[in-house]
């Protein structure tokens, strides 16, 4: 029976998924809570149906990847471009005020060490994890309010995209600084990022040439999804084995490499299917399941409350102030610090690749899922009374 309990563990893992997710949009909640919620449930922290296994940790690898790849695909790279420099600046504020606080925060609780040490990574870390925006949150509240194409929304829509091409970079170089394999000193791993981007966008415009001439004679064929999806893989592959990069960057660089063919939307519609379906529901409800609590204390819940309310104030800190810097008003200001608050898929990721590199344990994903649903709650929240004063202001005038 054993060799087939996998099975079991499939159907009750996405069974339980999608319907805790279904629950979890029709309350307003991101659909990706309710799949973790799932895999607290069913798994170790309450009733123990599930357990994480090496087969269920590989099919959620793959989901990570295919989400970043989908990710990438979404990019626009016009969007990036004709943002200029006040959402780049922006979005480095965004990623380097969470990180020091991040940082400092994690030391305070644990003790302060020397940089370089473990104890140093792992406050880093913490750090790297709060450096995260969700673009498709911060989307979602703007095009409810109707801002999403004004001067404001716009650059918080850029610039959360920005932060997460950053994001993911730091990522990587913390990863690599963590020596899983041969220590390595900050320069090397610098150099090996930038060889790896160098190397993939000098072969990636020969991939993309490609994969335009497969378009144009094998429009929406399954062809072309399928051969991007192999890229995908491939890119993750080499990143990882020739480099040291994590292979969600190198998904990441493909599905960016990819995002201007004409049939993109049709490689995002294919690869959505096997996403939406399979892989990104057990990759949710595997955090789920490797997210203990029997090891909650005092210290560790005012760890995990301090965590979510320093990362929430850190993007409005980073990005508010930068945004009056760069010649904002002091109420758009606030609203793209506020804008630049919400958490989602890309922290969530981020954790589990500290999970795998030994820079976190399973105890701290209670505070990144705090994180995710406060401010996924708080950030649409705060725009609309923002907003709403504003319009409030615009009715007296008139």
């Excluded at 399941?289 to 560790?300: A, E, F, P, V, Y």
């Amino acid at each position: 029976m054993d060799g087939v309990k996998f099975l079991f563990d499939l159907a009750i893992l996405l069974f339980g998924a999608k319907m805790l997710g279904l629950i979890a949009r029709k309350i307003g909640a991101p659909e990706v809570v309710g799949e973790i919620m799932a895999g607290l449930i069913l798994g170790p922290a309450v009733f123990n149906l599930v357990q994480d296994t090496d087969f269920l940790s590989k099919m959620a690898e793959i989901g990570v990847i295919m989400l970043m790849f989908d990710a990438g695909l979404g990019t626009d790279l016009k969007e990036l471009k004709e943002t200029g420099l006040k959402a780049t600046l922006i979005a480095c504020a965004g990623v380097a005020v969470p990180i020091i606080l991040g940082t400092l925060l994690f030391m305070a609780f644990y003790g302060f060490d020397v940089p370089g040490s473990e104890q140093f990574l792992k406050g880093l870390f913490i750090g790297t994890i709060m450096s995260a925006t969700s673009v498709s949150i911060t989307v979602a509240a703007l095009k409810e309010l109707g801002r999403l194409n004004d001067t404001v929304g716009t650059t918080i829509t850029s610039a959360a995209i920005i932060d997460d091409v950053i994001g993911i970079i730091v990522l990587t170089v913390v990863i690599s600084m963590s020596g899983t394999g041969e220590s390595s000193g900050i320069g090397t791993v610098i150099i090996k990022v930038v060889l790896f981007f160098v190397i993939a966008i000098i072969s990636g415009y020969l991939i993309y040439k490609g994969m335009v001439w497969l378009d144009t004679n094998h429009p929406h064929s399954r062809r072309v999804p399928i051969v991007s999806l192999c890229y995908c893989f491939l890119l993750g592959f080499i990143a990882e084995e020739f480099f040291g990069i994590a292979d969600i960057t190198g998904a990441y660089v493909a599905g960016v490499i990819l995002c201007n063919l004409s049939d993109r939307e049709y490689i995002e519609s294919k690869v959505d299917v096997s996403s939406y379906m399979v892989f990104a529901p057990l990759f949710f409800a595997g955090i789920g399941l490797k997210t203990s609590i029997s090891s909650m204390n005092g210290r560790l819940l005012l760890f995990s409350i301090s965590f979510v309310v320093v990362a929430l104030v850190a993007k409005v800190i980073g990005c508010g102030l930068c945004s009056r810097l760069t010649g904002f008003a002091g109420a758009d200001s606030l609203k793209i610090g506020i804008g630049m608050m919400a958490r989602g898929e890309v922290a969530l990721i981020t954790a589990q690749k500290g999970l795998s590199a030994g820079l976190l344990t399973s105890d701290y994903f209670t505070a990144v899922i705090l994180l995710i649903l406060a401010s996924s709650i708080v950030t649409p929240v705060l725009l609309k009374k923002c907003y709403g004063k504003e319009s409030g202001r615009e009715n007296e005038s008139e």
